[in-house]
């Protein structure tokens, strides 16, 4: 399934999840332009993709006015726009008792009102398009309680994008974008990075608690690899909700 010439705008693709998607679509043929807060990860990202197909904004998704600016910016640079993938997300593990407001606004804003925020934005660009597209990355902690523990504000808001890329998938058959949602488990990334310490020891311990197994062996490239899957459907054909999870049976112990 190639892309070859699709520009697709990839949120959150500096690293992890995003950057592997953007990999991957570059190696089916397509250019990509990633947003992210930090300019100095988007030049990395860039770097290692190669600036003929990759081309990076600084931009908030939490903030609407930034993402006009940043989506304009990719379609002017390479001259199209034929699909979204949603993927900027963050969590703050904290018990119910002990969240922050601060932490729990980030995670509303970034995860729930910046998937909101980017469709509505990419809406009248992709409108008449060939075979355009719209991803949302939710997660595996939305509907499965094995993930990872005190992740409450996290799985709710990834629950919400499920539900709200339900109703956007009916807006937009008329207009023939094709709208997915990607539900990727666990895999080897950088996401944990910045979580404050015992917060996350808490969250770990009583994830512990929930059964001596878990399921490991998935790295990032495969979840890029699958949403690269969903857009390279051809016209009239769209992959609905994909769930893609580690399924090696792995002792907790020692994690």
Not at 151 to 162: F, H
């Amino acid at each position: 399934m190639e892309l070859n010439g699709r520009v697709f705008i990839v949120t959150g693709g500096s690293r992890g999840f995003g950057l592997a998607t953007a990999k991957a679509l570059v190696s089916r043929g397509a250019r990509v332009g990633l947003l992210s807060r930090n300019q100095a990860g988007l030049d990395q990202a860039v770097g290692e993709i190669g600036s003929d197909h990759a081309f990076g904004v600084a931009s908030n998704v939490a903030h609407p006015e930034d993402i006009s600016r940043a989506f304009e910016q990719v379609k002017e640079h390479f001259g199209r726009l034929d699909g979204l993938i949603n993927n900027a997300g963050m969590a703050r593990p904290n018990a119910v008792e002990n969240l922050v407001e601060e932490e729990v606004l980030q995670q509303v804003h970034t995860n729930f009102l910046g998937t909101v925020f980017c469709c509505q934005a990419v809406i009248p660009l992709l409108r008449g398009g060939d075979n355009p597209r719209i991803v949302n990355i939710s997660s595996a902690s939305a509907c499965h309680y094995d993930e990872m523990s005190h992740l409450s504000i996290y799985a709710a808001t990834k629950a919400a994008v499920e539900r709200f890329t339900r109703d956007l998938r009916e807006e937009l058959q008329a207009d023939n974008i094709g709208v997915t949602c990607v539900r990727p488990g666990g895999a080897w990334t950088s996401f944990a990075e910045g979580w404050d310490p015992q917060a996350t020891m808490a969250g770990f311990e009583a994830w512990s608690q929930a059964g001596p197994y878990m399921d490991t062996g998935m790295e990032a490239e495969q979840v890029g690899d699958a949403v690269a899957y969903a857009v390279a459907q051809p016209k009239g054909v769209a992959v609905d909700l994909l769930e893609i999870r580690p399924n090696i049976l792995t002792p907790k112990g020692g994690y």
